[in-house]
T-cell receptor
Framework: AQKVTQAQTEISVVEKEDVTLDCVYETRDTTYYLFWYKQPPSGELVFLIRRNSFDEQNEISGRYSWNFQKSTSSFNFTITASQVVDSAVYFC???????????FGTGTSLTVIP | EPEVTQTPSHQVTQMGQEVILRCVPISNHLYFYWYRQILGQKVEFLVSFYNNEISEKSEIFDDQFSVERPDGSNFTLKIRSTKLEDSAMYFCASLQSGTGKEQYFGPGTRLTVT
């Protein structure tokens, strides 16, 4: 069974602070794919990043970075120097090697206070 | 940049009525999906569609639901007899090809059943 857990339901930080959003996943597939999506208050789902299970390299994109650790089944997302525009709900998602459906976590609502 | 579009943005209907939610996926994409998000909850997979047929469906996607690609561009979700619990945001997504690639989501249709 595929499962994604985002234990943090809500996080508030003051602008310019760093914040890490946690994502833990479960899968029996040997090949799988992990994603982060952002859902701003307007409601759309915006793709942020994809990671393959065989690529454990961490990635940095501007103020965003991702830490993928197979040993702990985690795919955490860090925003450095947070900004008010980062306020949104962030979803972690998983897809396996058969079929393409996404399994989403329950999301973490991030509020960045000016 | 190509994007997935959905109409209407908001639909209000009475219990027992039929609704059709419309989506126009990105033009060269081959896989199409419907997800729903009950207010404040996670995004849940409903159905995937490829090569003019359903490839996967979830337990949520019962006989009240159907999908269709009536022409070369539209992808529709029909709910035959709406229930109060069908009230949710419905997202359409499309994927160009391949396993484990990011899906591109439309802006969603908010369905309110009264």
């Amino acid at each position: 069974a595929q499962k994604v857990t985002q234990a943090q339901t809500e996080i508030s930080v003051v602008e310019k602070e760093d914040v890490t959003l946690d994502c833990v996943y479960e899968t029996r597939d040997t090949t799988y794919y992990l994603f982060w999506y952002k859902q701003p208050p307007s409601g759309e789902l915006v793709f942020l990043i994809r990671r393959n299970s065989f690529d454990e390299q961490n990635e940095i994109s501007g103020r965003y970075s991702w830490n993928f650790q197979k040993s702990t089944s985690s795919f955490n997302f860090t925003i450095t120097a947070s900004q008010v525009v980062d306020s949104a709900v962030y979803f972690c998602a998983l897809s396996g090697n058969t079929g393409n459906q996404f399994y989403f976590g329950t999301g973490t609502s991030l509020t960045v206070i000016p | 940049e190509p994007e997935v579009t959905q109409t209407p943005s908001h639909q209000v209907t009475q219990m027992g009525q039929e609704v059709i939610l419309r989506c126009v996926p990105i033009s060269n994409h081959l896989y199409f999906y419907w997800y729903r998000q009950i207010l404040g909850q996670k995004v849940e997979f409903l159905v995937s569609f490829y090569n003019n047929e359903i490839s996967e469906k979830s337990e949520i996607f019962d006989d009240q639901f159907s999908v269709e690609r009536p022409d070369g561009s539209n992808f529709t979700l029909k709910i035959r007899s709406t229930k109060l619990e069908d009230s949710a945001m419905y997202f359409c997504a499309s994927l160009q090809s391949g396993t484990g690639k990011e899906q591109y989501f439309g802006p969603g249709t908010r369905l309110t059943v009264t």
